[in-house]
């Protein structure tokens, strides 16, 4: 570490964020490494060091004996005003070489709201903004994650996106990456091979056309490149490459414990739902895989919880038997069960009872709608009984409290809809308050603001204004203020910025780029949100957020995402957005049939299941 870093630390909150040397924390000599690569979160340390596809890609890199991954998150306003004045740069964790000095810089793009933060991170740390602009020898800037399925806002700041999952994808980049290095090729040259991998988006060997109204229409390849690029998938699960050890902080992080995935994707088929359509096929980890996981991790970490995690842990076929295997293992070692994600149904409820014996914190289920007609709408095949029997039963089972997630604005929403979140959660209420005999029960409503994202039937859907999604909160909350409820709203403004970026294109790159000259950072931070600041943007560079979010699109419209696909096409999202406004539902395909979405033909890849207690 650097002397000059070393006396700015007491002058900072959170030195720790710094430091560098956690445990496990992975240090090799440069000298003789073909590839160096810096595994960059445009965010705090404490939100980064919880992802778990980061920590898993700097497991498999750190695995090779010819490379090394490192770390860098975006520091606190506070530090970067004392690097700026020191003048130094923004350094990895373990070596603490500048960013530029990597041959590879990796974004995890999680969430729309961090895309300044990318800009901000290449700012600090001497890495030139744009593809064009960047020289000979400067290190190749990629990036991967959901937000990766439609990178157009960043399209000219990104050298080349990882569509899909990256256990194996990872792997053949860094290959790339080695020769080239060795052979002394061209920036161009490595681009253009980069491009042959399948999976991996090279957006400056694309160019975007409008049509006289300012709409997007298509994206044409140059240089070879293929018309579609088709995600990666990892087809079995359990001879993935998984850490047998985490990185453990010194500081409080988010999902501070050991983590396994029981499954990755969900074919419920919620319509509003992104990460349900990106990764599909469902695909279980055995319960074998799973408990050796987890023993390897609890014995090198020493956490004391273990989660399951994935997008619906409780589909998993085997879980029952997983977390019944689990509670016996590690009864009387002070090892607590979480799971990330609950169905709204009995079964459920009995899961979470079995896994906090010992300790009963709030339940949370996700009704999402009011009326069982919004619910037919978005294919969320939850009744209104299932929900009061998965609550009876909580509370029945010491439970107090319990929140319930919902959202507001979404396609063909009527006030019925709205009344029937009320009514929702003053049953609820009621149920509480008849089984939990003196302990007052409580319910906490948390209510998101709908915002339409690509690769999903209502990615053709407009977002409701500002002004009616605040109209909407306003009648929630006068309707629901009584004791006993508590309601959260989502702030709108953060949701309308998102849906700008969720269906943008490349002329928004001009946008992101002034906003983060104006200050514009940390985005996601109610602190640090300047909605003013990006409006000021907005008008700077003459775009019209509007036209990106409250827009409805045509059927035949292009999209600025129609280049890259998940498996799942085009025609199925159609056809399920039609059966929305029908009020129609879609079964679940692994357990009532094929729904016709292609994503195991386009693959060749199929759901796989370990067959347990086939639950629906």
């Given at each position: ?64 004996v ?13 530090m ?25 810089v ?49 399209a ?150 273990v ?13 029952g ?7 016996a ?65 909580a ?160 059927s ?6 129609d ?11 159609a ?23 292609a994503?195991c ?16």
């Amino acid at each position: 570490m650097d002397e000059r870093l070393l006396q700015i630390l007491p002058e900072v909150s959170k030195p720790a964020r710094y430091t560098n040397n956690e445990l496990h924390a992975v240090h090799k000599d440069w000298e003789p490494l073909a590839v160096r690569m810096v595994l960059a979160f445009p965010d705090l340390y404490e939100i980064g060091m919880g992802n778990l596809g980061l920590k898993i890609i700097y497991h498999i890199i750190n695995e090779r004996v010819d490379a090394v991954a490192e770390r860098v998150y975006l520091p606190w306003i506070d530090m970067q005003d004392k690097l700026r004045a020191a003048k130094l740069p923004l350094t990895s964790l373990e070596s603490g070489q500048a960013l530029s000095k990597f041959d590879v810089v990796g974004f995890t793009l999680q969430y729309e709201m961090s895309y300044s933060n990318l800009i901000k991170m290449l700012d600090l740390g001497g890495i030139a903004r744009k593809t064009m602009d960047r020289r000979e020898g400067d290190p190749l800037v990629i990036a991967g994650g959901p937000c990766g399925f439609n990178p157009e806002p960043l399209a000219d700041f990104l050298d080349c996106v990882v569509i899909g999952e990256g256990e194996e994808i990872i792997h053949e980049v860094l290959d790339v990456v080695k020769k080239c290095k060795l052979q002394q090729c061209a920036r161009h040259d490595l681009l253009a091979q980069l491009a042959l991998i399948p999976g991996i988006y090279v957006p400056s060997f694309y160019e975007a056309t409008y049509d006289k109204k300012g709409h997007f229409t298509s994206l044409e390849p140059m240089n070879n490149a293929p018309r579609v690029i088709t995600k990666r998938v990892v087809a079995d699960l359990d001879t993935a490459e998984y850490p047998e050890k985490f990185v453990v902080p010194y500081l409080d992080v988010v999902h501070d414990r050991v983590m396994v995935e029981v499954l990755r994707g969900c074919t419920r088929g919620c319509r509003f739902c992104q990460a349900g359509m990106l990764y599909r096929p469902v695909r279980e980890r055995s319960v074998e895989t799973l408990k050796k996981q987890i023993a390897s991790l609890v014995k090198h970490t020493g956490y004391g919880e273990v989660s399951l995690s994935s997008l619906s842990t409780g589909d998993h076929t085997c879980v029952g038997n997983l977390v019944s295997e689990l509670v016996a293992d590690y009864e009387g070692q002070g090892i607590g069960l979480s799971l990330s994600s609950l169905r709204v149904d009995s079964f459920s409820v009995k899961l979470a009872e079995e896994i906090q014996k010992f300790r009963k914190t709030g339940l949370t289920f996700a009704p999402e709608a009011g009326t069982q007609r919004l619910r037919n709408v978005i294919n969320k095949n939850v009744r209104e009984e299932d929900l009061y029997q998965a609550v009876t039963g909580a509370f029945k089972a010491g439970w107090h409290q319990v929140k319930l997630y919902f959202m507001i604005g979404l396609p063909t929403e009527t006030t019925d809809d709205l009344d029937g979140i009320v009514t929702l959660a003053q049953n609820v209420l009621k149920i509480g308050k008849e089984n939990r005999g003196a302990k007052r029960p409580s319910v906490a409503v948390s209510v998101a603001s709908f915002v339409p994202k690509s690769h999903t039937p209502f990615q053709w859907e407009g977002q409701d204004s500002q002004e009616q999604l605040l109209e909407k909160q306003a009648y929630l909350r006068k309707k629901l203020a009584r004791p006993g409820i508590t309601l959260q709203c989502h702030d709108v403004k953060t949701s309308f910025l998102e849906g700008v970026f969720a269906r943008g294109d490349r002329r928004l790159a001009e946008v992101l780029a002034r906003a983060v000259d104006l200050g514009c950072q940390f985005d996601g931070w109610s602190e640090c949100f300047r909605y003013d600041l990006w409006m000021q943007a907005f008008a700077e560079c003459q775009v019209n957020p509007d036209v990106y979010v409250t827009r409805k699109r045509t059927s035949e419209e292009s999209f600025p995402w129609d280049h890259i696909t998940s498996g799942v096409t085009r025609v199925f999202l159609a056809k399920e957005r039609n059966t929305a406004l029908a009020q129609e539902r879609t079964e679940d395909c692994r357990f009532h049939g094929c729904s016709g979405c292609a994503v195991c033909t386009t693959l060749s890849v199929e759901n796989r299941l370990q067959r347990g207690e086939q639950h629906e």
